[in-house]
């Protein structure tokens, strides 16, 4: 009796043990935010950025004076620290940028007469010396060209014009801002600011290479540039200096001076977990984690730079192109269709300090661009143009048409709203704002005290 | 820094897995403990390890000393053990070789034991090649970084050796019998352990435990008995994990890695204490048999893996245990069962390694408390073996055994972060399940037994099988590097064999 007994209860307990494979398993108590947090950062490969090459002392310093001296501009009235000023963060804290023909710096440049806002806002040159794979909102300058490039590397607008030799794709990209009328060269006719005529302006749009031979033979009548250039290139006699010498010296400028990668969440990504604030860290598990998925776009070492999206920012400018007085951005490229209104999603550090934010600063602050993202196609048709700056709202194209347009390529992420609390959006701030490298604030010790061609550096 | 966080269970069950018995183990996460140290023979344990009311002469020494008074012949003992957890998380093998006898009213034994644990995953292979970010400014560069240095574990197989020694001796006419005991463990790998960190390269554990008891036994007539034993238990273990980390390098635009060592040390104190008291029933071949149990143990220092959970480092638990057992033997067959609660606080916390703010606008100082997690556990085992010796004659008998174990695991947690300024609660349950087997064949000359058990209902932490390198989203463009596979608990069950043979020494 007592044997019947056990060997029933046995085999019951074995059939009740057979049907408990498909059990769920107890999570046991929740992973602390660090735990959460590493893991969400590995999934989207954000990794520390490494130590810098440290660029040659005199490339470095050859680069700071090209990139000060508005002699590379055809008016000789605008350097490329005008739009990208150490002052404001090596941005110029503009909605939309204002070339050639203007006056002031920073958020009071105006325009000159005649002239048109640059189409797209000037993104900081900081960290751009990390090696993105695409350069200018549109990625018209890549990596990815397979061959594309002059030196065989690099994809640009210049094709096979490009010249060989050019180091990095950021010192492929310093060779266009002087070709850019409405940036740096200006129109035929101009005169620079001393009434000579501006012999750059003359140059075909198409002739890259006429254009920077021009450009370099202003430089080398200048002895001081003369020496510059020997030093920084002792195995390049002067006849064999080209615009690619000038625009790698420009690249390694700044490589050497404006990467700043020494922010909180860099310490954070090497692990010190203090380097982070609790609301710091809750924002970056929104970033990088499913409810705001920020990373899918903005993810990598870089945080970004490596995509494009239509976010559907609101629409505003003058326009690029054929689309004018819209900006199909990546779209406008040939071949690239799929991606009208689509813009490079660009790399996040130091974001605190390069307002206004968007392809044509659109917002004015990272709050408004997470409630923006919050929300996209509401956002869009409510997109309130008062907060733009005067000369900028009859600029706004907020027509039922291009509204519709824009909304039509959306990025299927933004499609639905994200349904964020405020308070969640202050914590994706509160990250954001942990991307700063301290260094970053305050860049004026940059900012040389005279350039070889003698013309004024800060007005 | 803050220390990071670490699973209470693993830690606290691999400690607890190198004690025979009368140690409790903790667990918070059902992750599987494998059979790495349970490798001495026993009659009981092919039935479901019922011991309060059965006797088990082949293995009660190494749990009490002073039942090695019940050895009545010198003999010697071989017991090669193996495990093998499934999804290829683990396995070992272990030969134990030993004598017990005894001289007059003294008795001893002496066992040594080498034991060989696999890897329980392969070395990450996620991060090991990164694919290109980009193609970079030189051609010839635009391939994957280089090969970093190979360290994964060579051989994957970790040799551990034990050893036990028990003396003890019969005071005449009084029927009490004391003995002690030493256990000692050279260990170079802890089943699982490599487990605890996801994405590294290489785990190097070494370290050692030891387990001291003294053992009383008292038997009265009518085969009545009271035992109670004291033990001590130190655990020390080193990891020297390897990361690769990997890294974004602005100048070949490229993928990097460099080898990051992480040392982290596991050590835990152990105070217990057990009496049980059997006797017969009044109906024929019945027994009862009462137990308690007391542990306290104390973990000043653990390791710090990124797991999961809990932070572990110091703490302090305190588990207790009561149990009834009964048997009958009627003829050819032997039953057993054993009912066993468990009572077990918990507290844990964690360190500030470095002043943090809180969200409270606060400053957490250096050693000040960031997270303490209070558990308590209301734990249940259940324990069924029988036994039918099948073949009985003169000179050989053939029994075999069958047994069943559950326990069940329920615990409620109070944590409060102090970082976060929040509190939080949780209750979590499961159950495992283990049938177990035996067979054995007993002969005058030679005593041959095999048992086996299967557990169910655990977990083990298994990287996903195929690790392919992300891509942002469906189009041509947008290329991450490679991220590092979230282990996940995965159902898995441990199976075990052990094959012994009893000589008798004359």
């Not at chain 1, 600029?395 to 990025?411: E, K, P, R």
């Not at chain 2, 949780?426 to 177990?436: D, G, I, M, R, Y």
């Not at chain 2, 064999?497 to 000589?503: A, E, G, N, P």
Request: charged share 15%.
């Amino acid at each position: 009796m007592m044997t019947r007994i056990v060997r029933t209860a046995y085999l019951g307990l074995l059939v009740l043990a057979t049907g408990c494979d498909g059990w769920t398993t107890p999570s046991g108590p929740p992973a602390s935010l660090d735990a959460e947090l590493r893991q969400s950062l590995s999934r989207w490969g954000t990794v520390p950025i490494g130590p810098t090459p440290v660029q040659p002392p005199a490339l470095v310093d050859l680069g700071q004076a090209l990139l000060f001296d508005k002699v590379l501009s055809g008016n000789r009235d605008i350097a490329c620290a005008t739009c990208h000023n150490p002052v404001t963060n090596a941005g110029d804290g503009l909605a939309l940028a204002i070339g050639t023909g203007g006056s002031g710096l920073g958020p009071s440049r105006t325009l000159g007469p005649g002239r048109q806002f640059i189409p797209r806002n000037a993104p900081t040159l900081l960290n751009t010396g990390l090696g993105a794979p695409y350069l200018f909102w549109d990625g018209r300058v890549s990596n990815l060209g397979f061959g594309g490039g002059g030196g065989g590397a690099f994809q640009t607008p210049a094709g096979n014009q490009l010249p060989a030799g050019l180091p990095t794709l950021l010192a492929a990209q310093a060779m266009f801002p002087v070709m850019n009328r409405g940036e740096m060269r200006g129109v035929p006719g101009d005169h620079d600011r001393f009434g000579n005529p501006n012999e750059l302006a003359e140059f075909a749009d198409t002739d890259f290479v006429g254009l920077w031979q021009a450009v370099m033979q202003r430089l080398l009548a200048i002895p001081e540039y003369v020496s510059k250039f020997n030093t920084a290139f002792p195995g390049t006699p002067t006849s064999q200096l080209g615009f690619q010498h000038a625009a790698t010296a420009i690249a390694a400028f700044e490589t050497q001076a404006l990467t700043r990668t020494d922010s909180p969440f860099d310490r954070y990504l090497q692990h010190d977990d203090a380097a982070l604030t609790p609301e710091q860290k809750r924002g970056a598990l929104l970033f990088f984690g499913d409810t705001a998925r920020c990373a899918s776009c903005h993810g990598g070492p870089l945080l970004g730079g490596q995509t494009f999206a239509n976010a559907g920012v609101p629409q505003l400018g003058p326009g690029v192109g054929s689309g004018a007085p819209l900006d199909f951005g990546r779209g406008e490229l040939f071949n690239q269709e799929f991606y009208r209104f689509a813009f490079r999603a660009t790399p996040l550090r130091n974001v605190e300090l390069t307002a206004p934010y968007m392809h044509d600063g659109a917002f004015p602050d990272l709050e408004a661009v997470l409630h923006h993202y919050n929300d996209v196609p509401r956002a869009l048709r409510e997109y309130d143009a008062s907060q733009l700056p005067s000369a900028l709202q009859p600029m706004y194209h907020g027509d039922g048409a291009t509204l519709s347009a824009v909304l039509t390529n959306l990025d299927g992420r933004l499609t639905q709203p994200l349904r964020l609390s405020e308070v969640e959006i202050s914590e994706l701030v509160a990250f954001l704002k942990a991307l700063t490298d301290p260094s970053a604030r305050d860049l004026t010790s940059l900012i040389p005290v005279r350039v070889p061609s003698g013309l004024p550096v800060q007005e | 820094m803050t220390r990071r966080v670490v699973s209470l269970s693993v830690v606290l069950l691999t400690v607890a897995a190198t004690a025979p018995a009368q140690t409790i183990p903790i667990q918070t996460v059902p992750l599987v403990p494998a059979d790495q140290f349970d490798i001495f023979p026993s009659y009981t344990l092919a039935m479901g390890g019922v011991s309060i009311a059965l006797r088990d002469t082949l293995h009660d020494p190494f749990v009490n000393p002073a039942k090695g008074a019940r050895v009545r012949a010198a003999r010697f003992f071989a017991s090669p053990t193996l495990y093998h957890v499934s999804r290829d998380a683990g396995a070992g093998r272990t030969l134990p070789l030993g004598v017990l006898g005894r001289a007059g009213s003294w008795f001893g034994g002496l066992a040594v034991a080498l034991q060989q644990v696999d890897a329980s995953h392969p070395p990450s292979r996620s991060l090991n090649t990164p694919l290109p970010f980009a193609a970079t400014a030189d051609p010839s560069a635009n391939s994957v970084v280089p090969s970093p240095p190979n360290l994964s574990p060579a051989p994957d197989t970790h040799g551990n050796a034990l050893a036990f020694a028990l003396i003890g001796t019969t005071l005449p006419g009084s029927g009490v019998s004391l003995g002690g005991s030493v256990r000692w463990a050279k260990l170079r790998a802890l089943d699982g352990v490599d487990l605890l960190y996801p994405g590294s390269a290489r785990v190097n554990q070494y370290g050692e435990t030891v387990d001291a008891r003294l053992g009383l036994l008292k038997e009265w007539e009518g085969d009545r008995s009271f035992e109670a034993i004291v033990l001590h238990e130190r655990f020390r273990m080193t990891h020297d994990v390897t990361f690769l980390d990997t890294f974004w390098n602005p100048g070949t635009q490229q993928f990097f890695q460099t080898p990051r060592l992480e040392r982290n040390r596991d050590f835990s104190k152990r105070w217990g204490a057990q009496v049980k008291y059997e006797r017969p029933l009044p109906e024929p071949g019945w027994r009862i048999g009462l137990l308690a149990t007391a542990n306290r143990t104390s973990q000043p220092n653990t390791p710090n893996t990124d797991l999961l959970n809990i932070p572990q480092d110091p703490g302090l638990s305190n588990a207790y245990e009561l149990g009834v057992g009964v048997s009958r033997a009627s003829g050819p067959a032997l039953f057993g069962m054993d009912v066993v609660y468990q009572p077990i606080w918990s507290t844990t916390w964690a360190e500030a390694g470095a002043p943090t703010a809180t969200s409270g606008g606060k400053v957490i100082p250096l050693g000040g408390r960031t997270i303490e997690n209070g558990f308590h556990f209301s734990n249940v085992l259940f324990r069924l073996g029988f036994s039918h010796e099948v073949v009985q004659s003169v000179t050989r008998t053939v029994t075999l055994q069958l047994g069943f174990l559950v326990r069940s695991v329920h615990y409620n947690l109070a944590q409060r972060d102090f970082v976060e300024v929040a509190t939080r609660r949780l209750e979590e349950s499961w159950a495992e399940w283990t049938p177990t087997w035996g067979l054995s064949l007993r002969h005058p000359e030679f005593e041959l037994r095999y048992r086996g058990r299967v557990s169910h209902g655990t977990d083990r932490l298994v990287p996903p099988s195929d690790v392919v390198f992300g891509v942002a989203d469906a189009r041509p463009i947008g290329f991450f590097p490679p991220s590092a596979p979230a282990s996940t608990p995965s159902g898995v069950h441990v199976v075990t064999h052990q094959f012994s043979i009893s000589l008798p020494l004359r």
